[in-house]
């Protein structure tokens, strides 16, 4: 089936460094790659639509130059945290688009800790 | 603005009932729906579409318009039905239902021996 591979699970940084977390879609092509962003005891939030060789769209409220995405292959989408705080602490999950199937799968997520 | 509203953040019940997890929503066009579900220590995956109007694991969702409700329900409840089940609705895009989604707060299942 389908596997789409987030990595790293969990990242620890300290406050005021960036941290790149990869999306990549194992087995199938994904034009469009989806980041969400989820609280403790919340639901996704969508953060972007990530498009493969094209500029990211942003969700109302998302800051655009804080997470930067980059969709630069059809399997791999990075999204970066620049300047973290602790408040960006949060588990972050990406989801990638089969056109072949028609449905998105999901990362397994990736648990960020700034500290 | 397009809302998913799932009023039961934990839902327990007896191995062998009946299970209804609830799921409104809000949208001003036609929406796609469906249903997600995240075992322990597993991934979110796809559990079930309104499009497709299957049965998936014994579990059925009928879409209502009228009431905007896409409730999932099942006979028969199983303990290997025990996980986070989220409610979500696509509809900013076009077609394909694979698209960015909004997501209900989800509701716990946990299915009792």
């Known amino acids: 089936g389908a596997v789409v591979s987030q990595h790293p699970s969990r990242v620890i940084c300290k406050s005021g460094t960036s941290v790149k977390i990869e999306c990549r879609s194992l087995d199938f092509q994904a034009t469009t790659m989806f980041w969400y962003r989820q609280f403790p005891k919340q639901s996704l939030m969508l953060m972007a639509t990530?498009?493969?060789?094209?500029?990211?769209?942003?969700e109302q409220g998302v800051e655009k130059d804080k997470f930067l995405i980059n969709h630069a292959s059809l399997t791999l989408s990075t999204l970066t945290v620049t300047s973290a705080h602790p408040e960006d602490s949060s588990f972050y999950i990406c989801?990638?688009?089969?056109?072949?199937?028609?449905?998105?799968?999901f990362g397994q997520g990736t648990r960020l800790t700034v500290v | 603005a397009q809302r998913v509203t799932q009023p039961e953040k934990l839902l327990s019940v007896f191995k062998g009932a009946p299970v209804e997890l609830k799921c409104n929503y809000s949208?001003?066009?036609?929406?796609?729906l469906f249903w997600y579900v995240q075992y322990s220590r597993q991934r979110l995956q796809l559990l079930l579409r309104?499009?497709s109007r299957e049965s998936i694991k014994g579990f059925t969702a009928d879409l209502n318009k009228g009431e905007t409700s896409f409730h999932l329900k099942k006979p028969f409840a199983q303990e290997e039905d025990s996980a986070m089940y989220y409610c979500?609705?696509?509809?900013?895009?076009?077609?394909?239902?694979?698209?960015?989604?909004?997501f209900g707060k989800g509701t716990h299942l946990i299915i009792q021996p």
């Open positions: 309104h499009i």
């Open positions: 979500a609705l696509s509809g900013r895009y076009s077609g394909g239902g694979a698209d960015g989604l909004t």
């Open positions: 989801s990638a688009r089969d056109r072949g199937k028609n449905e998105a799968f």
């Open positions: 990530s498009n493969e060789g094209s500029k990211a769209t942003y």
């Open positions: 949208y001003s066009g036609s929406p796609e």
